[in-house]
């Protein structure tokens, strides 16, 4: 879920500063200062994107949990130490490194396939070339996740 919602917001973030790139000739630019674009615009961002999401997902499942401890010992008047006992008997540790393996996987998709769109803007195309080429990117992204989600979990979750 987190690496739906980060694609979206992320990818078009990507897409849209590399599409302005390339469209306003900046990367040409680079290109004539025999700077490679590739590895001064699209490997941080891959790096980025590819190392942050993991710690955004593991952040998110510290806050799901607390969200449903607090639930259950306010709102439903659970004992806090039966809650965390359950907690220990249904999670386990290979679930987690599972999420955080996800989260990196999905880190980099997102960041491959927004780059590549981002990069591709073609410059006739101008500023509705930016829009194209991020809402490509945040398709793209969201349906590749969720597919390759599907896959992933079949490998990692069947026993």
């Known amino acids: 879920?987190?690496?739906?919602?980060?694609?979206?917001?992320?990818?078009?973030?990507?897409?849209?500063?590399?599409?302005?790139?390339?469209?306003?000739?900046?990367?040409?630019?680079?290109e004539?200062?025999?700077v490679d674009p590739?590895?001064?615009?699209?490997?941080?961002?891959?790096?980025a994107v590819t190392l942050m999401l993991p710690l955004l997902c593991g952040?998110?499942?510290?806050?799901?949990?607390a969200a449903s401890y607090y639930a259950a010992t306010e709102q439903m008047g659970v004992n806090g130490g039966t809650f965390m006992e359950q907690v220990r008997d249904i999670v386990h540790l290979g679930d987690l490194a599972a999420g955080v393996f996800k989260g990196m996987v999905f880190g980099w998709l997102v960041a491959i396939v927004s780059c590549y769109h981002g990069y591709r803007a073609l410059k006739r195309d101008g500023a509705e070339g930016v829009g194209v080429a991020t809402n490509r990117a945040i398709v793209h992204?969201?349906?590749?996740?969720?597919?390759?989600?599907?896959?992933?979990?079949?490998?990692?979750?069947?026993?």
Do not use: K
């Not at 917001?9 to 897409?15: D, V």
């Not at 590749?144 to 896959?151: D, G, K, P, Q």
């Open 141 to 159: 992204s969201a349906v590749l996740c969720i597919v390759l989600n599907m896959f992933m979990s079949a490998l990692l979750y069947v026993r």
């Open 38 to 47: 590739m590895r001064l615009l699209v490997a941080p961002r891959l790096w």
């Open 59 to 65: 952040y998110a499942d510290v806050v799901g949990l």
């Open 32 to 34: 004539v200062m025999a």
């Open 1 to 30: 879920m987190a690496a739906v919602i980060c694609g979206a917001r992320i990818g078009a973030t990507l897409a849209a500063s590399l599409a302005n790139m390339q469209i306003s000739e900046q990367v040409e630019a680079l």
